[in-house]
């Protein structure tokens, strides 16, 4: 068990509607991150936030969004789904900036779009 | 920009032999990690082994050991006595820290090696 609890673990929805997934990071991270897993594009980086604040973005389309809450949990927003959304996205999260650190990743958040 | 490559797609391993999963990377930064992960069929994402950049040994982690490289910039994983379990996509990743902001990167990952221990 990382500590990073992500929610849904499924989530199956219909070409152009919206979802919202969840992330809690474990206990003392302050950064979260966002990844995209599809079988055609690999393990991809969306964006970044530590504290609350962005700090790095990816390939993250304009039809998603994310924010960091103060309680340092995390939601990312998808909308206008397409088939193409459908992966696994997976949230982790790292205690501090300046550090190499490993990132604890959730269990992932599966998504298909139908 | 940084970027992990794994020309393996695919190995395969006698149970109790050992294997070598093979990782190179590009960088311009000058203080960074090297990572590898497991990614069982179930999904999740397992830490298994973490080499900074300025460490003068390889890392090891019990059956794990990475053999770090720098001039070369590879950071090949070693599974020692493979076990039917360790069946599963292994993944190296890198990140780099910004001189500009002292701020680390995310994790930049290879495209995987898919691991088959044979019976």
């Known amino acids: 068990d990382s500590g990073v609890t992500q929610t849904p673990k499924h989530l199956i929805t219909a070409t152009g509607q919206r979802v919202t997934l969840r992330c809690s990071p474990r206990?003392?991270?302050?950064?979260v991150y966002w990844y995209q897993q599809s079988l055609d594009q690999g393990l991809q980086f969306l964006i970044q936030y530590y504290n609350g604040e962005e700090r790095a973005k990816g390939n993250i389309l304009e039809r998603f969004s994310a924010q960091q809450f103060p309680d340092l949990h995390s939601e990312l927003n998808l909308s206008s789904l397409e088939l193409g959304d459908s992966a696994l996205y997976f949230c982790?999260?790292?205690?501090?900036?300046?550090?190499?650190?490993?990132?604890?990743f959730g269990e992932g958040s599966r998504l298909t779009v139908l | 920009a940084q970027k992990i490559t794994q020309t393996q797609p695919g190995m395969f391993v006698q149970e109790k032999e050992a294997v070598t999963l093979d990782c190179t990377y590009d960088?311009?930064?000058?203080?960074?990690?090297l990572f590898w992960y497991k990614q069982p069929s179930s999904g999740e994402m397992i830490f298994l082994i973490y080499?900074?950049?300025?460490?003068?040994q390889n890392a090891t982690e019990g059956r794990y050991s990475l053999n770090f490289q720098k001039a070369r910039k590879s950071a090949n994983l070693v599974i020692s006595a493979s076990q039917l379990g360790d069946s599963a996509m292994y993944f190296c990743a890198m990140r780099g820290v910004l001189i500009s902001s002292g701020s680390a990167r995310q994790l930049t990952f290879g495209s995987g090696t898919q691991l088959t221990v044979l019976p």
């Open positions: 206990s003392g991270d302050l950064s």
């Open positions: 080499q900074g950049s300025y460490d003068e």
């Open positions: 982790a999260s790292s205690v501090a900036p300046g550090r190499t650190g490993e990132l604890f």
């Open positions: 960088t311009s930064d000058q203080s960074y990690g």
